[in-house]
């Protein structure tokens, strides 16, 4: 079955440690995303990338990074720098191109907690 | 600025019923998509139904319709008969042709749906 995996589903971290949360999907799409969700709130677009080899911000990008050397897989690593992250993860893809209609198609997600 | 506003943070239905889930958004774009997704307790994000701003007649996905007020600029979900499995969050969210696939999302409704 196509879909999109992440993971691991839950995650502790102590604080100052990198991690590294894994997004691979097999629905051949070109454009990926990374949300983050904080309880009682919506999704917040961290990264996203429309094509392999590139990727932009999105609107809380400090204290992330990705990259994108596969097309199916869009790696999000958390850094120390990232003052609050714990929080609800998750990975989206899409068939990309212009134009608006196009959904997203998200992961299980992954929860992240700093000890 | 691209803007999706949900103002219903919380909204019972009994089953059977019918329940209305408001969401209005702000664009300048002419050409926009909107997306109602389903979010359960596991967290996973379930696409429900999409309505184009050119699109001529309001969407409907079994169950799921949108009323779609242009001049209004709302997008309100409608779940006829609802049933317990509806019980969920459920987010609005908004894409434009000029920023490819990169969605807007509101902060959500929980509906609950009581017996």
């Known amino acids: 079955d196509g879909g999109i995996t992440q993971s691991p589903k839950y995650l502790f971290r102590k604080e100052g440690q990198n991690v590294t949360l894994s997004c691979e999907q097999n629905l051949n799409h070109d454009a990926m995303y990374w949300y983050r969700q904080d309880p009682g709130q919506g999704l917040r677009l961290i990264y996203y990338?429309?094509?392999?080899?590139?990727?932009q911000k999105g609107d809380i990008a400090e204290g992330y990074s990705v990259s994108r050397e596969k097309k199916e897989s869009f790696p999000l690593t958390v850094t120390s720098a990232q003052k609050n992250p714990t929080a609800f993860y998750l990975c989206a893809s899409s068939t990309g191109g212009q134009g608006a209609r196009s959904e997203q198609f998200f992961g299980p997600g992954t929860r992240l907690t700093v000890l | 600025a691209q803007k999706i506003t949900q103002t219903q943070p919380g909204m019972f239905v009994q089953e059977k019923e019918a329940v209305t889930l408001d969401c209005t958004y702000d664009t300048s774009d002419p050409s926009y998509g909107l997306f109602w997704y389903k979010q359960p307790s596991s967290g996973e994000m379930i696409f429900l139904i999409y309505?184009?701003?050119?699109?001529?007649q309001n969407a409907t996905e079994g169950r799921y319709s949108l009323n779609f007020q242009k001049a209004r600029k709302s997008a309100n979900l409608v779940i006829s008969a609802s049933q317990l499995g509806d019980s969920a969050m459920y987010f609005c969210?908004?894409?434009?042709?000029?920023?490819?696939?990169?969605?807007?999302f509101g902060t959500g409704t929980s509906l609950t749906v009581i017996p």
């Open positions: 990338s429309q094509i392999v080899n590139d990727f």
């Open positions: 969210a908004m894409s434009h042709s000029f920023t490819g696939n990169q969605f807007y």
């Open positions: 309505q184009g701003s050119y699109d001529q």
